[in-house]
């Protein structure tokens, strides 16, 4: 078990990928903590899943766009767990469209929860993690933010902005032996691209050498690596997980 006794929060575990990182942290000992927004069902579902596997965890549902609401949120989670080890920033949104026809509210969005949100979790979990000398945070990029994809500008702004981010943080928390990194996925079968036009797919399976999109799991069993021992000497890294799309 590489995560027994340790406390996880996955930002936007409701579904997709963050609750695949949940069942993953959990299948390795990890106490949970399933976080979203609007979407107290797949947040309870996800609960259920780790604990009909025989695992624990709990739900807590906040906006990590809004400092109250993570202020108060972590505050509950330590009133609960007494600790958290391992920060997974995963919830994310897009609001695609093409730079002339992009508005600002559409672009204020995106930059809100993916990178402001990846921002205010840091910084109000890692306060907590140098008092414990200890820490991972996992943040979630995208290739999108190291190649940069057409009606994606607000998108591409918001994960290249957490490249730069988990960087600066990485070397900022390195001498409280707290290790940051981001992965950038590639193209994930989630409901976020499940909207995609079938066209837009095709273009995309065009350009990945392994020839197939990826399965959340796969993202998941990244996120578990980066989050136990045996990455103790990565940190301020950025992991492609792409089937071979960018190099
Ligand atoms: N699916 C892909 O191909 C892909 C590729 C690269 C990166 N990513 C990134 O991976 C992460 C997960 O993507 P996914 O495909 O599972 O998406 P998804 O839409 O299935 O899941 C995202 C979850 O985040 C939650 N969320 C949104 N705003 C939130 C907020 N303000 N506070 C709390 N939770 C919030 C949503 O309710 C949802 O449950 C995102 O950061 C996404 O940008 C996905």
Redesign the pocket.
Known sequence: MRLSGKVALV??????????IAEAFSAEGAIVVV?????DA??CETLAAITASGGNGTVE??????AAQVDAGVKNILAVHGRIDVLV??????RDNLLLRMSEEEFDAVL???LK?TYLLTKTVTRHMMKQRSGKVVN?????GMMGNAGQSN?AAA?AGIIGFTKAAARELAPRNITVNA???????????AGLPEAVQKTFLAQIPLGR??E?QE?AQLALFLSTDASSYITGQVIGINGGMYM
């Open positions: 930002t936007g575990s409701a579904r997709g990928i963050g609750r695949s976080n979203d927004v609007g979407n797949g947040a549902m906040f906006d990590v766009s809004d920033n995963n919830a994310g949104i897009t809100r929860v993916n949100g979630i990029s995208s290739v999108v998108y994960k992965i950038a996925p590639g193209f994930i079968r989630t409901a976020m691209t999109f990826a959340p993202v």
